[in-house]
C-alpha cells in the first residue's frame, strides 16, 4: 500500500454531482468550479480531506461513468496525503470543468470510445484493447458481451469468435463451454451439436462421440438410440449396424449399403422447381383467371408440383435406370407411386 504526504503543488482530477457537491462518509460538501478551498484537521484518505485522484481515470473507481456528474481540473497546493490511486489535501483549487467529450479523451487510450479505459477504439463499454465493443473487458472486438478475446461476442468470457453462450473457445455457439463450433448445446468439443458433451459432431443427443445421433452416449454414427458402438440404429446396446426396412418388409440391405446404392444415387436426381411454358390454347379457365396477362404473352410460365417433376424425371430415364429403381428390395409400385407421386407402369 502505498501512503505518502508530500508538500507540493499537485495537479489531479476531481467528480462531482450535477450540483457540485460530493459525499465523503455521508457528509456532503458544496464547491464552486472555479474556486478554492480549505479545511484543517489532519489528513487521512478515505476519512479527512478533500479527496481527488491524479489520474482521471481513477475518479470512476469511486464514482458512476456518468456524463450528468461533473469532472473538474484541480490543483492541490497544500499537505497532500495520497494511498494507492486516492489522494486528499488541505488546500484544494477547482480550476476548470472538463466537458465530457474531453473527459472520454484523457480517460480512453482509443479514440471516439464512450466507455472508459480503452485502449482500443470505439467502445461503449470499458476496459476494452479491443475496438467497438459494448461490453466490458474485452482484447476482441464488437462484443456486446464482457471479457471476450474473441470477436462478435455477445455472451461472456469466450475465446472464439461469434457465440451468443459464455466460455466458448470455439466459435459461433449459442450454447455454453464448447472447444467446438456452431453448437447450441453446452460442453461440447464436436461441431453442430444441439446437444450437450459431444465429442462428435451435429448430434442432438448427449455425450455421443460419433457424428449425427439423435440418441445418447453412442460412439457410432447417425444412431437414435443409446448406447450404440455401431452406426444406423434405432435400438440401444447394438455393436452391430441394423437392416432396414423397405416398402413396409424386412430386406436384407443396411442403411450404409442404401446410402451408396446406384438406386439412391437416381432419386436424388429428381429436379425441384421445373418450369414449363402453357400456351394460351391449353390453358384452364382456372388458370387464366390466374394469369390475365395471357391474352398479351401468348400463354404463362408453370411452375411443376413435386410429382409433376417426379414423372417427368421418370418418363426420361433409360429402362437400365428404371430397372435400378425397381431393383430396390421388396420394390411396390403402389407405395412407391404413395411416396414419390410417381407411375412407374
Known amino acids: 500500500m502505498k501512503n505518502n504526504t508530500v508538500q507540493n503543488v499537485v495537479h489531479g482530477f476531481k467528480v462531482f454531482r450535477s450540483d457540485w457537491t460530493c459525499s465523503p462518509n455521508g457528509n456532503t460538501k458544496q464547491y464552486t468550479c472555479p474556486g478554492k478551498f480549505e479545511e484543517e484537521g489532519e489528513l487521512v484518505v478515505c476519512f479527512h480531506g478533500m479527496h481527488f485522484c491524479q489520474t ?59 466507455g472508459r479505459c480503452n485502449t482500443g477504439d470505439w467502445n461503449t463499454g470499458n476496459c476494452n484493447t479491443g475496438d467497438g465493443n459494448t461490453g466490458n473487458c474485452n482484447t476482441g472486438n464488437c462484443n456486446t458481451g464482457n471479457c471476450n478475446t474473441g470477436d462478435w461476442n455477445t455472451g461472456d468470457r469466450n475465446t472464439g469468435n461469434g457465440n451468443t453462450g459464455n466460455g466458448n473457445t470455439g466459435n459461433g455457439n449459442t450454447g455454453n ?65 441394423q437392416k432396414i426396412r423397405l416398402f413396409n418388409k424386412p430386406s436384407s440391405m443396411t442403411y450404409r449399403e442404401w446410402i451408396d446404392s446406384d438406386a439412391r444415387y437416381l432419386l436424388n436426381q429428381i ?62 409400385a403402389d407405395i412407391f407411386f404413395q411416396c414419390t407421386g410417381i407411375r412407374t407402369n
Open 177 to 241: 463451454g464448447n472447444t467446438g463450433n456452431g453448437n447450441t448445446g453446452n460442453g461440447n468439443t464436436g461441431d453442430g451439436n444441439t446437444g450437450n458433451g459431444n465429442t462428435g459432431n451435429g448430434n442432438t443427443g448427449n455425450r455421443n462421440t460419433g457424428d449425427r445421433n439423435t440418441g445418447n452416449r453412442n460412439t457410432g454414427d447417425w444412431n437414435t438410440g443409446d448406447w450404440n458402438k455401431s452406426s444406423f440404429n434405432t435400438g440401444c446396446f447394438n455393436t452391430k449396424e
Open 56 to 114: 482521471a481515470a481513477d475518479c470512476f473507481n469511486y464514482y458512476s461513468f456518468d456524463s450528468n456528474n461533473k469532472v473538474a481540473e484541480v490543483i492541490a497546493y497544500g499537505e497532500v496525503q495520497t494511498e494507492n490511486d486516492k489522494s486528499c489535501t488541505d488546500k484544494l483549487e477547482i480550476v476548470r470543468e472538463i466537458p465530457w467529450d474531453e473527459v472520454l479523451r484523457i480517460v480512453n487510450i482509443g479514440k471516439n470510445c464512450t
Open 271 to 332: 429436379p425441384k422447381n421445373v418450369v414449363e411454358w402453357v400456351h394460351k390454347e391449353d390453358m384452364t379457365d382456372t388458370e387464366k383467371a390466374a394469369h390475365p396477362t395471357y391474352e398479351t404473352t401468348g400463354g404463362y410460365i408453370k411452375v411443376l408440383d413435386e410429382s409433376e417433376c417426379g414423372q417427368l424425371w421418370w418418363n426420361a430415364l433409360t429402362d437400365y435406370q428404371k430397372n435400378i429403381i425397381k431393383g430396390i428390395p421388396n420394390f411396390d
